[in-house]
């Protein structure tokens, strides 16, 4: 069971808006930035937001994240067949002697 | 252009080791923190060990503390991790994850590399 908890499937129509969502502890959404991971069936996981709410080049504006208190979402909006993927939010744990975490992941179905 | 290539995936039986490498190019590795990611088949990402560009620092995830050993040669850009006591729960896609600037800021990743324990 993931210390980072994501809802196991989503769906939307072409076009739609989607919003994806992590929920996590003060020991890491909480006091850490949030990352999301974008994975295609049979890929490597890709980078898509960094620091909350950061896109890296070469990701569409569709995608956009946020952060408020222990919990972060990412949204996509004008959705395509093409977003149909894996999605994990990740962040550092500060307990113990920290720790990385990531969500179980949302697997996101395009209609 | 940034490369990771992990080699070293295989069958193993439990209790067995095995040794995993990512060889990086395209970036100057020194200035770099690495991790190691994995995927169970079928399942989502682990987080599994940290270690600092200079190789100072080191996090390990509970089900690996005490069986795995990370390490890195700057001279060779190469990463490692040394897997000791396997379980069958260790099998998986292990993917070797440039740092870019923050812990979990994993922004070029390798294609990974297969390790199945089974007897």
């Known amino acids: 069971q993931s210390v980072l908890t994501q809802p196991p499937s989503a769906s939307g129509t072409p076009g739609q808006r989607v919003t994806l969502s992590c929920s996590g502890s003060s020991s890491n959404i909480g006091s850490n930035y949030v990352y999301w991971y974008q994975q295609l069936p049979g890929t490597a996981p890709k980078l898509l937001i960094y620091?909350?709410?950061e896109r890296p080049s070469g990701v569409p504006d569709r995608f956009s994240g946020s952060k408020s208190g222990t919990s972060a979402s990412l949204a996509i909006s004008g959705l395509r067949a093409e977003d149909e993927a894996d999605y994990y939010c990740?962040?550092?744990?500060?307990?113990?002697?920290?720790?990385?975490?990531f969500g179980g992941g949302t697997r996101l179905t395009v209609l | 252009e940034v490369q990771l290539v992990e080699s070293g995936g295989g069958l193993v039986q439990p209790g067995g080791s095995l040794r995993l490498s990512c060889a990086a190019s395209?970036?100057?590795?020194?200035?770099?923190?690495m991790n190691w990611v994995r995927q169970a088949p079928g399942q989502g990402l682990e987080w599994v060990s940290h270690i600092s560009n200079s190789g100072n620092t080191i996090y390990y995830a509970d089900s690996v503390k005490g069986r795995f050993t990370i390490s890195r040669d700057n001279a060779k850009n190469s990463l490692n991790l040394q897997m000791n006591s396997l379980r069958a729960e260790d099998t998986a896609v292990y993917y070797c994850?440039?740092?870019?600037?923050?812990?979990?800021?994993?922004?070029?990743w390798g294609r990974g590399t297969l390790v199945t324990v089974s007897s």
């Open positions: 994850a440039r740092e870019g600037g923050n812990l979990c800021y994993f922004d070029y």
């Open positions: 620091r909350n709410n």
């Open positions: 395209g970036f100057t590795f020194i200035n770099y923190n």
């Open positions: 990740a962040a550092w744990d500060d307990r113990l002697s920290g720790r990385g975490m």
